[in-house]
């Protein structure tokens, strides 16, 4: 689907979280902005401990306690700030307007109820639908995302059905309040490559029909390239670089971007050996004030190691490409 000139849907401002553990604070999410708009998917790639998933339960405010909390920021969704709402408040917000699919179905659903009483419970919760009509609705939503003989899974525990129909379950959990925003946490991780693609497909179906915004949270950027409009590169806790999909592979303009895509194997390049990133992320308590990629670089100098690098145009020359980057300069 493409994405409308409308307003954003959700548009995250500046967004600092940290994890506090008594006099010690380690900030985890670093004055994170982005926006995503109605129909669009914006994919968030970095290697694990790069903030993903913390910015995600930030926007959620589902973080850990009661070490996990929002410093500063802002979080609007559909022109209404969620930073400061009651946990009251955003109880009305998780499921009816921002969906979540997490990586493992296997813990996303609870053992002991069958599939059928969960989406009832999500639809109740959600009020979508009178009482009388939960399980037509539910059955209807199985059905929505693909579950072969809805009517029969609807009565099936979590531990009776594959990897891939839980997987369709939770997005049809996700999906029971008609959420404005979907926020996908590598809901792919634990499914084969046929399925994988399969999942993409329903999720690809279901923003065409609702026109639903969607965060696709991965480490994979082959699912970025088939499915997602924009493009957002995180590391040690910042956005390093965004834009199109079509220009950050293009023209990868940051050198933690361009060693993510030196990353990705190609099936007709002969190579002795895969390409690794060197050294490992950082500890986010031992962050210095330079490039937090600057110790793994091989462009890094003492510019870069002492000086946090502004955010500058990316070598696209698109109007929608940025990145921070000291060597951009060099290249102007």
Not at 70 to 80: F, K, M, N, Q, V
Not at 130 to 154: G, H, P, Y
Not at 242 to 262: I, M, Q
Request: glycine letters at 8%; proline letters at 6%.
């Amino acid at each position: 689907m493409t994405p409308t000139p409308d307003p954003p849907v959700l548009n995250v401002v500046n967004l600092r979280t940290e994890l506090v553990f008594g006099a010690h604070r380690v900030e985890v999410v670093r004055d994170v902005s982005f926006s995503v708009m109605r129909g669009e998917t914006l994919g968030i790639v970095g290697e694990s401990g790069s903030g993903k998933s913390m910015t995600a339960l930030s926007i959620m405010q589902v973080l850990p306690r009661p070490i996990g909390r929002i410093h500063s920021g802002e979080i609007w969704l559909d022109g209404r700030n969620l930073v400061g709402l009651s946990e009251d408040q955003m109880t009305t917000v998780r499921g009816r307007e921002i969906g979540m699919i997490l990586q493992d179905p296997h813990t996303s659903l609870n053992p002991v109820y069958t599939v059928g009483n969960q989406l009832v419970e999500a639809l109740r919760l959600n009020r979508t639908a009178e009482s009388r009509t939960l399980k037509k609705r539910a059955i209807a939503l199985l059905k929505r995302v693909n579950v072969a003989d809805a009517e029969r899974r609807f009565h099936a525990y979590p531990h009776q059905m594959s990897g891939g129909m839980k997987q369709r379950v939770v997005g049809a959990i996700s999906l029971a309040g008609a959420p404005k925003v979907i926020i996908a946490d590598e809901p792919t991780t634990a499914l084969d490559v046929t399925i994988q693609l399969q999942y993409l497909q329903l999720l690809e179906d279901i923003q065409r029909d609702t026109g639903t915004a969607i965060v696709f949270i991965t480490h994979d950027l082959g699912i970025v390239a088939r499915l997602c409009h924009r493009l957002v590169v995180m590391y040690a806790g910042r956005i390093v670089e965004e834009g199109t999909v079509a220009d950050v592979f293009d023209a990868p303009s940051h050198p933690y971007t361009t060693a993510l895509l030196n990353s990705v194997p190609h099936v007709d390049r002969k190579v002795d050996r895969l390409y690794a990133i060197a050294g490992q992320p950082p500890t986010l308590n031992e962050i210095g004030e330079g490039c937090s990629f600057a110790p793994r670089c091989p462009h890094a100098d003492d510019l870069c190691r002492t000086t946090r690098p502004p955010r500058d145009p990316g070598k696209s020359g698109s109007t929608d490409h940025f990145a921070s980057c000291w060597k951009l300069r060099d290249i102007a």
